[in-house]
């Protein structure tokens, strides 16, 4: 099995980190100049690693190797959230083009093919696609696991809920007679947050991320509320439960008042299950390499497999974040977890590209 460098993974994750470094983060968001520069810089470490860069008008950075036959697909996304950590996407594109530097460099895996990508969008035909990630969770860590063999990857719900009541005075208006779209907002959230844990399944959660009230005064009554939620699992049954439980909620509150409540789907994407020959083979490797120190796992954040394995086989491997930490600069894996993920993912790329 093809045995990877890691002090080289370390300095090229080390070196990407540094196009658009802010604080012990990187500040690096899609198509910004740092994120053009470190395309570049990502094309120019595929043409020595021996694949042909080509890097499309939105930005996707593809690495193609010359060699014939069935090949497999290794990427994540190498732009950054904002003032975000130095792993998140970006050490699946590195874990890419090291796993294909080290296949090309042992002789009995340097015919097989491996493709390298960083996505601004989703595209491919191949034998299939894997991904590898920080977990941006704390679970790996909490059980004393190194890697996560990822079964599915979350469906996202996300419903705008808009209040319409009456602005007015906050100091001559009766309490009685007023239409106060904030109170309605707060009314109908610790409804939802009272009723979805009796839905939930084991990992299910919700969220609102963003409230707002308008005109936003301390002496003025909200006219106008809003507010986002989003709820996530992996079991679309579950997802159903939580959209019929609302649009209720909604329904009883519409039908009380005072206050009316609009409930706009804004998007719904569907949970994808991952290709189940691909997760034995990352956890053969895992086993292998990290004996009693690996679980599968759903992922509740989204990743581009999940698109990817609408059109063909797909797996993830996550690796520990260090306190469960991620969309911040803060976010950190240890050395020795980042080499030991690579590794399990070389062996298992090269288990699917033989068809063991």
């Known amino acids: 099995m093809p045995k990877i460098n890691g002090e080289r993974l370390l300095a090229d994750l080390r070196r990407i980190a540094e196009f658009g470094r802010y604080q012990t983060g990187v500040h690096r968001p899609h198509l ?13 470490r595929m043409k020595e690693a021996g694949l042909e860069p080509v890097i499309d008008g939105i930005g996707t950075v593809l ?12 990427g994540s996304h190498s732009d950054t959230q904002p003032r975000g950590g130095w792993l ?22 340097a015919h097989l093919a491996v493709d390298v990508a960083s996505w601004a969008d989703e595209e491919g035909r191949y034998r299939g ?15 004393d696991k190194r890697i996560g063999i990822v079964t599915a990857i979350v469906g996202i719900y996300v419903y705008r809920l808009s209040f ?3 602005q007015n005075h906050a100091g001559t208006t009766p309490m009685p007679i007023r239409k106060d779209a904030g109170v309605a907002m707060m009314r109908l959230y610790n409804e939802v947050m009272e009723t979805f844990p009796k839905l939930a399944g084991p990992r299910s959660v919700w969220t609102v991320g963003k409230m707002s009230v308008e005109p936003g005064a301390p002496a003025i009554i ?28 909604v329904a009883a509150h519409n039908s009380k008042g ?14 994808t299950v991952m290709d189940e020959r691909f997760l034995d083979a990352i956890e053969e490797s895992a086993a292998a390499h990290a004996p009693d120190k690996h679980m599968r796992m759903p992922s509740g954040a989204g990743h581009d497999a999940q698109i990817l394995g609408l059109k063909l086989p797909a797996a993830m491997m996550f690796v520990p974040s260090i306190g469960g930490i991620s969309h911040h600069f803060t976010e950190n ?21 033989k068809g063991n």
């Open 32 to 44: 910004s100049p740092q994120d053009v520069e470190s395309r570049h810089w990502l094309a120019g």
């Open 63 to 74: 690495g193609k190797s010359p060699k014939p036959g069935p090949r497999v697909l290794i």
């Open 88 to 109: 998140d996407g970006v050490m699946g594109v590195v874990y890419g083009l090291e796993v294909a530097r080290a296949m090309a460099e042992d002789p009995e895996t």
């Open 129 to 143: 696609y894997l991904e590898a990630h920080i977990e941006q969770g704390g679970v790996l860590e909490a059980t």
């Open 164 to 166: 319409s009541g009456i």
């Open 222 to 249: 909200p006219g106008k509320a809003e507010m986002i939620l989003q709820f996530r699992d992996a079991d679309v049954a579950v997802l159903d439960r939580f959209e019929k439980a609302l649009l209720e909620i």
């Open 258 to 271: 005072p206050c009316a409540v609009e409930c706009q789907n804004l998007s719904k994407t569907m949970p």
């Open 333 to 353: 894996t240890a050395d020795a977890d980042i080499v030991l993920g690579c590794q399990v993912f070389a062996d298992a790329a090269a288990k699917i590209l």
